[in-house]
């Protein structure tokens, strides 16, 4: 072959390889499509579309319509509209090479543009549809291993930024490097023309990052997660958030008299640890709120042993725990100007040669005396001294998360907390941050009655399960209340809100939920926000989020 032919086959060779196109995505970054892998950038946008009409064609969020316009010249809307019925709620469409920048776009439906607050359902069913539409988004790109996705805000940006974020989580750390599910990079996308709300995608992404937290501590294995373990990991986790955390061991336990709590723990061989975590955001004579998980690192049941299908879960046994030290570190992050004190009282409630035993009296700091009936409804008996001991910080309230009681399964399924409360105040606010996360709470009675039920023995104070059938749930928050020191106070049963099959919410894969941390967030951030009340309109518009 003569050189001049060759020369022609090359200079014709070299005609054919082009330079892609490049764009000012987010912060003004200039980034170049990677032709070694054509789905290395994702982005999720979303569409409007009556579910109970087939035939509705559908209209763009205005990111994604701007966005249609502008750099696919009317393509995507086309395709999408070619590719069958508008996608309804949880559905997306992949659209692939559109153009350049982006080689897989997800279209995810939102359902109609009207939706807004649904006072039968007590949620912002307008939020709820973004948070999983951004979810499902994400997912369907991690499938494609999209080493970076961007999202759009859909209306509301923190919403869109906890959907995403906690829809892409996966509890993996315990496998095999290679076996690992690939988690993309996660950003914003908007266009210059348009509002964007990054300091609501800020504010998402803080809570997302905490509720995801609340997961990992609830799924790691108990042998893994025995209360020293927590507490070091607590250290670890809070070292620069602004949180300060102090460890208190079993001699302190027994100089404060906190006999219930370790009543509890002397049945197993691994010391308990008392946590204190501090957060002090506002002025230092400025009284604290006080939160305080319960942390049962494991929990067999004790000599009233639990069965096999109860067992397997009791490694999250301390969901309260995990709630209370993920929520810390996002009002930290949040720089909320609040004071927190978070009490966490650590142990295993194990059979041992030293386990309480049913029939056993026990007598607490305020003089009370407790008969322990069932040694496995031991949740009470681990937060009582911690209520005892929080009127040493003269609180502006309290809150405590447990998981107490499985009549809350039975009762409410997945879909709610049981909240329990003396304040009617501290009700409308958590109801009303229930609405805004979508997690939702609902109000059981603190009456007397179940109050006379563990109070009736003539022999002793109180009983941790009393008499009765059922209501077990009720009669624990009854006895949480005869050692409530003073003032308003709310308590949360999460047992039934522990896990989820993955079926429950779509941004929240099968395992532990981390459930309410978003809604304790949500409800801390009211208490020095102000913002309007829920559920008097029907738009998203009317009930703004706090900023």
């Not at 330079?19 to 995505?25: E, F, H, K, T």
């Not at 975590?277 to 494991?298: D, H, M, W």
């Not at 909320?336 to 029939?359: D, Q, S, T, W, Y």
């Not at 909240?419 to 009456?447: C, K, Y």
């Amino acid at each position: 072959m003569s050189f001049r032919a060759l020369q022609k086959i090359v200079r014709s060779s070299l005609k054919s390889f082009h330079y892609l196109p490049i764009r000012n995505i987010q912060h003004n970054v200039k980034i170049k499509e990677q032709c070694s892998n054509p789905a290395s950038r994702g982005l999720v946008l979303g569409v409007y579309a009556d579910e109970s009409d087939r035939l509705d064609i559908g209209v763009l969020t205005p990111t994604a319509a701007k966005y249609n316009e502008a750099y696919t010249s009317g393509r995507l809307l086309e395709l999408l509209r070619l590719a069958g019925p508008m996608p309804k709620r949880g559905e997306v469409r992949i659209l692939y090479n559109l153009e350049p920048t982006y080689s897989a776009v997800a279209v995810c439906g939102l359902g109609s543009e009207c939706l807004g607050y649904d006072d039968v359902e007590k949620m912002d069913v307008s939020k709820e549809a973004i948070r999983i539409a951004a979810a499902r988004g994400c997912q369907e790109l991690q499938n494609l291993e999209a080493s970076r996705i961007y999202v759009e805000d859909f209306g509301h940006a923190e919403s869109a930024a906890e959907g995403a974020h906690m829809g892409l989580w996966v509890n993996q750390e315990l496998r095999s490097v290679d076996q690992r599910k690939f988690v993309p990079q996660l950003q914003l996308y908007y266009e210059p023309e348009l509002p964007c709300d990054s300091n609501g995608w800020r504010i998402g992404l803080a809570k997302a990052e905490a509720q995801n937290l609340a997961r990992q501590l609830q799924e790691t294995p108990s042998n893994l997660m025995t209360p020293t373990t927590f507490a070091q990991n607590v250290v670890q986790i809070l070292c620069n958030s602004g949180v300060n955390v102090e460890v208190k061991v079993r001699g302190w336990a027994e100089n404060q008299g906190m006999t219930s709590f370790l009543t509890v723990a002397k049945g197993s061989c691994e010391p308990p640890i008392f946590l204190e975590l501090s957060y002090y955001g506002a002025k230092s004579n400025e009284r604290p709120i006080v939160l305080i998980g319960q942390g049962n690192t494991f929990d067999s049941g004790g000599l009233c042993l639990k069965p096999l299908e109860a067992l397997t879960d009791m490694r999250a046994d301390m969901t309260g725990a995990a709630c209370v030290v993920a929520t810390c570190r996002a009002i930290a992050a949040l720089k909320l100007p609040v004071n927190i004190r978070a009490l966490i009282p650590l142990c295993e409630n194990m059979i041992g040669c030293n386990a309480m035993k049913p029939g056993d009296v026990i007598t607490v700091k305020n003089g009370k005396s407790i008969e322990i009936v069932k040694t496995s409804n031991e949740g009470p008996l681990t937060l009582v001294d911690a209520l005892l001991y929080a009127e040493h910080f003269g609180p502006k309230y309290i809150v405590d998360v447990s998981t107490i009681s499985k009549s809350v399964l039975e009762s409410f399924g997945k879909v709610c907390s049981a909240v329990f409360t003396n304040s009617e105040d501290l009700w409308q606010r958590m109801q009303n941050a229930s609405i805004h996360t979508g997690d939702r709470v609902w109000r059981l009675p603190l009456w007397d009655y179940y109050t006379q039920q563990i109070c009736s023995a003539d022999h002793v104070d109180v009983q941790n399960i009393g008499l009765g059938e059922g209501a077990n749930s009720c009669k624990s928050a009854a006895l949480l209340r005869e050692f409530l020191p003073c003032g308003p106070w709310l308590h949360i049963d999460a047992l039934n809100v522990m896990k989820t099959k993955g079926t429950d919410f779509p941004y929240i894969r099968r395992g532990m939920a981390g459930r309410p941390t978003r809604t304790l967030i949500e409800f801390i951030a009211q208490s020095v926000v102000q913002r309007p009340d829920c559920g008097k309109g029907s738009s998203t518009k009317e009930v703004q989020p706090y900023r």
